[in-house]
């Protein structure tokens, strides 16, 4: 069983944070009452407050009996223990597209493993350990519509996404595709909207398009067009570096000893998404 072993340079790091704290750099102490950084305060109080998806499968979901899943959950779990956190420490709050970054400025949660891509624009509120993995953006259309093989059928089309995340930005702005947009408050709306015919297509990364996919077999299918590099992050309050060194060297470990292999595999094999075990480069933490 692991012990941890990242808490035992916990208490070097927190004090480089304390000192960074007293120069206001740190927003917030996600939840963590007087404690100067996550890591101290996991460290601490061996509990961690941890911001995830509720309803994507295979990667952040609450089962109906209550408990987690998903390859995020099973992430966050990892680096809480390398963190000194055990599973029981930690509690799952639900955290939405749009809500992410005012949930670690507000202190509603320490940490943020939920699809959560890398953007310089949140890095202007937040800071990120990782990536931890990277997914690509791509379409899900009803099963049979052949008409949408690239992003660019998109033009002219009702598309949804979830307000708050990046993939609808991609199509219209980066990409300037003139697609009708739906905003929607979470991907599970948009696709309870594909199935009715109240918008053409959804958009956002293939890892989550892929578990709803598998979840309605027939009824959905993956266009297969990956047009945006999606780096998923783990977030945290903005300077909070000592956190984010202890959460880039839980990442590494995670992929050095195999585990995220394996991890990969029951989440996404279910899925048939063609998962990289390759260990992301990570950004540096500042
Ligand atoms: N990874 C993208 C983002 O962070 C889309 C997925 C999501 O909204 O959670 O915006």
């Known amino acids: 069983m692991r012990v941890g072993r990242i808490a035992t340079v916990a208490s070097a790091v927190a004090a480089m944070t304390m000192a960074l ?7 917030g102490n996600g939840g963590g009452g007087e404690a100067e950084s996550v890591v101290q305060k996991a460290e601490e109080q061996g509990t961690l407050t941890i911001g ?3 309803d994507q499968p295979g990667l952040g979901l609450r089962e109906p009996d209550g408990s987690y899943t ?21 509690e799952f709050v639900e955290t939405t ?6 949930f670690i400025e507000q202190g509603q949660v320490d940490l943020v493993l939920a699809s959560y891509s890398i953007t310089e624009e949140r890095q202007e509120r937040v800071s990120f350990g990782g990536p ?5 953006q791509d379409i899900l259309v009803r099963d049979g519509d052949d008409e949408i093989q690239s992003v660019e059928d998109l033009e002219g089309r009702t598309l949804c996404s979830a307000s708050g995340s990046r993939s609808a930005f991609n199509v219209t702005e980066t990409l300037a595709i003139d697609a009708q947009l739906r905003e929607a408050g979470s991907y599970s709306e948009c696709l309870e ?8 297509a959804v958009t956002t990364d293939d890892t989550i398009l892929a578990g709803y996919a598998a979840q309605q077999p027939g009824e959905f299918q993956l266009v297969g067009d990956k047009f945006s590099e999606e ?3 783990v ?10 060194e202890a959460v880039n060297a839980a990442i590494a470990a995670m992929y050095e000893e195999g585990e995220a292999e394996t991890l990969l595999d029951s989440n996404f094999g279910p899925a048939n998404y063609e998962y990289t075990t390759e260990l992301p480069e990570a950004e540096p933490c500042a």
Do not use: W
């Not at 998903?70 to 930690?90: H, K, S, T």
């Not at 977030?235 to 984010?244: E, I, L, N, R, V």
């Open 21 to 27: 704290s007293s120069c206001g750099l740190i927003g």
């Open 52 to 54: 995830i998806k509720f």
């Open 70 to 90: 998903g390859f995020d959950v099973d992430v966050a779990r990892f680096i809480a223990q390398e963190l000194g956190v055990p599973e029981d420490g930690i």
């Open 97 to 102: 597209s749009q809500n992410r970054e005012t």
């Open 132 to 136: 931890y993995y990277v997914a690509q």
């Open 193 to 200: 909207l594909l199935s009715g015919g109240g918008v053409d």
């Open 231 to 233: 780096r998923y992050g």
């Open 235 to 244: 977030g945290m309050p903005k300077g909070d570096t000592a956190t984010c």
